[in-house]
């Protein structure tokens, strides 16, 4: 058995608590954590803090918002906790001067398998682009994005109707058993950190920004239904539709191919009482679950009765 490693925890999202919990349910100990700072949200603009600081506040430790990560002020209250390592998850690019304060290094979990889906959006790209498979990886930091040494890495399938929501929870699940192995591994000394390769083939997985949610009907039906799904429910793919000659934005969470030849022009949108659907290439796709701007969520069938007798039409390209 090796040793209890003092760890420092950085993080913010729900993602990253899941794996904060089970540090602190494992040999080592938990001396501080990192997240970021309180922010007013909403319209009363009440101050939303981060999930990670929701759970910190019952471990009885220093909890760190620093609005400056270079700030004198933090550096040194990081170097006076006196850890082993510090584990980040789902935080902020670290400067040099706070990955090296820890002798035993940082370490970040990733939600892809490294040195693919490198980037901020690694669970959202593995579905809009087509792979059948993942994982998470914990690697050493450096000075470059998801760059580092590799410490472990674990692969997991993607199912055929697997979402960006439910992958999450999978690598969500998946990644904290990952970094109590890799914690152990350090204080063991038993894993040998790999290089990444650095080939001309590698994906990336950018940031996501509004402008590219919006729906390209003209590509083929495949890569659309990855794409949905890929951004489903969060940032949640779009298209414009006009409701008689009205234009409105329309989320599109969930959708199927029906693969019948359309007998209607290219782009047509066809309903029923409880069918809406799109002619494309050779087959229909079925919007199945969705929101129009300024409204709830809803299955496609309470779509559709909130617009009865109503024409409908696809708007093709840019929108925004």
């Known amino acids: 058995m090796g040793k209890e490693l003092k760890v420092v925890f950085m993080g913010t999202p729900e993602f990253a608590v899941t794996a904060l919990d089970e540090i602190t349910k494992s040999k080592h100990k938990i001396v501080g954590v990192v997240t970021v ?56 690019i670290l400067p040099k001067e706070i990955f090296t304060i820890p002798k035993m290094g940082t370490f970040n979990l990733h939600a892809s398998l490294l040195p693919q889906l490198r980037g901020a959006a690694p669970i959202n790209f593995a579905i809009i682009n087509g792979l059948k498979e993942t994982g998470v990886t914990t690697f050493f930091l450096d000075e470059k994005v998801d760059t580092g040494e590799i410490l472990l890495q674990e692969k997991i399938e993607i199912e055929p109707s697997e979402n960006a929501g439910s992958l999450h929870d999978k690598l969500m699940d998946l990644g904290k058993d990952v970094i109590i192995k890799t914690l152990d591994g350090i204080a063991e000394k038993t894993i040998n950190p790999k290089i990444q390769a650095n080939d001309k083939e590698i994906v990336y997985a950018p940031k996501i920004e509004k402008e590219d949610c919006e729906i390209d009907w003209k590509k083929p039906v495949n890569e659309i239904h990855n794409f949905i799904r890929g951004m489903s429910p969060y940032p949640c793919a779009f298209t414009t539709i006009s409701i008689d000659d009205q234009k409105k934005i ?41 929101q129009l701007e300024g409204k709830k969520r809803m299955k496609i069938k309470d779509f559709l009765n909130g617009i009865q007798g109503k024409n409908l039409s696809i708007e093709i390209g840019n929108t925004i």
């Open 37 to 92: 700072p309180d922010k007013p949200s909403g319209r009363g603009l009440h101050v939303s803090e981060s999930a990670v600081k929701k759970y910190a506040l019952q471990l009885n430790v220093p909890i760190l918002q620093p609005e400056k990560l270079k700030s004198k002020l933090f550096i040194q209250q990081l170097t006076d906790l006196k850890a082993d390592v510090f584990v980040v998850v789902a935080f902020r």
């Open 250 to 290: 329309l989320k599109i969470f969930e959708g199927k191919v029906i693969h019948e030849k359309p007998n209607v022009s290219f782009h047509t949108i066809e309903t029923n009482k409880k069918e809406c659907k799109i002619a494309l290439k050779n087959v229909w796709y079925s919007l199945e679950d969705v």
